[in-house]
């Protein structure tokens, strides 16, 4: 019985000095201490040793299973440590994973600037909805009933009287309506017409309108104001002027054009927005008191502007969320 424990443990030193991993390892756990493994066995003949060599032999047996044990222990132990150091090892010399970060698109930039130039010219930022009524787009502004901008040809009706806003001078409307002057606000918005889509249209655009009413508002002041603006947005050095022009809603009207010189091209005239002192019959029409109360209103149109401003010459790039385009600004 004793040579049989000495050589079980003899075999089982040598079969560990192939045990190099976790797999290994267990393998040689099973075949001497599972149920049915090598030591089991052993253990399991000691009922058929005799008598007086029991102790000796139990005693052997114990002491090849202890040790056993705390070999498998062990190893177990430090396999198991070794793994986590490398799971967990960090090779500094790996390069960085580049993250994706998204832009702003370069009309939303816009409008942030063209914002951010008139709030600091006192101006407030309101809104109004794109679903607009025809009083508000059209009645209210001024429009005659038989005006060629409420023809099917440019305004997209919903109903006989509901519309998507050809333009954001309903919201001038609205304003007036709910709130007394002095008022002093921008209104930035999407609008639609029914167009046909080319390089130069597109069936929606943005506008930003600008109204001012006050007690002892000039023509002066619009022109001095939209003239900061344009130094301010296409820097010091900008051409402009300004040209009579007629809108329903204002009276004198005009429109200010800049000098644009696209690279290898020659330059010219560039119309940028509308403007004019708010017409009387629109203040009656909102319910403010127009001997005396004066207003000025302007609006312009923004994918224009940007476009100038970037050089960019087809308008349908700026609706094709193409990234390869989107990403360069
Ligand atoms: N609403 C005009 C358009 O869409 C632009 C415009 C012109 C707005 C003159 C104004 C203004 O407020 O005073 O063409």
């Not at 047996?61 to 960090?90: A, G, H, P, Q």
């Not at 001078?169 to 709130?179: C, D």
Request: aromatic content about 12%; some cysteine; overall charge neutral.
């Amino acid at each position: 019985m004793l040579d049989k424990i000495d050589s079980a443990r003899k075999n089982f030193d040598e079969a560990l000095t192939k045990v190099n991993d976790l797999t290994s390892l267990e393998e040689l756990r099973i075949k001497y201490l599972s149920r049915k493994g090598i030591i089991t066995q052993i253990v399991d003949s000691l009922k058929d040793v005799p008598k007086e060599e029991k102790p000796a032999a139990g005693k052997a047996v114990n002491e090849l299973k202890n040790y056993t044990n705390r070999i498998f222990d062990d190893l177990k132990k430090s396999f198991e440590s070794e793994k986590k150091k490398s799971d967990s090892f960090i090779d500094l010399t790996l390069p960085g994973r580049e993250r994706v970060i998204g832009s702003k698109h370069i009309i939303t930039q816009t409008l942030d600037e063209i914002k951010d130039i008139f709030k600091g010219l006192g101006f407030s930022v309101y809104e109004g909805p794109e679903l607009e009524n025809d009083y508000n787009n059209f009645t209210a502004l001024n429009f005659p009933a038989d005006h060629p901008a409420r023809d099917m040809q440019d305004t997209f009706f919903v109903t006989e009287d509901f519309l998507l806003r050809t333009h954001t001078s309903p919201v001038q409307v609205r304003l007036m309506t709910s709130k007394k002057p002095p008022l002093r606000a921008l209104m930035p918005g999407k609008v639609y017409r029914n167009e046909a889509v080319s390089a130069k249209s597109y069936c929606l655009f943005h506008q930003v309108e600008g109204l001012v009413v006050d007690t002892d508002v000039t023509f002066a002041e619009l022109k001095g104001t939209l003239v900061a603006f344009v130094k301010q947005f296409f820097g010091k050095s900008v051409q402009y002027r300004f040209r009579p022009s007629f809108f329903p809603f204002t009276e004198p009207s005009a429109e200010m054009d800049i000098w644009w010189e696209p690279k290898g091209k020659e330059g010219r005239w560039m119309e940028i927005l509308g403007c004019g002192m708010v017409d009387p019959n629109v203040l009656e029409n909102v319910g403010i008191d127009s001997e005396k109360y004066i207003g000025y209103a302007f609006g312009m149109g923004i994918e224009r502007t940007a476009m100038r401003k970037y050089g960019i010459d087809d308008i349908r790039i700026l609706f094709d969320n193409d990234k390869r385009f989107l990403t360069q600004f």
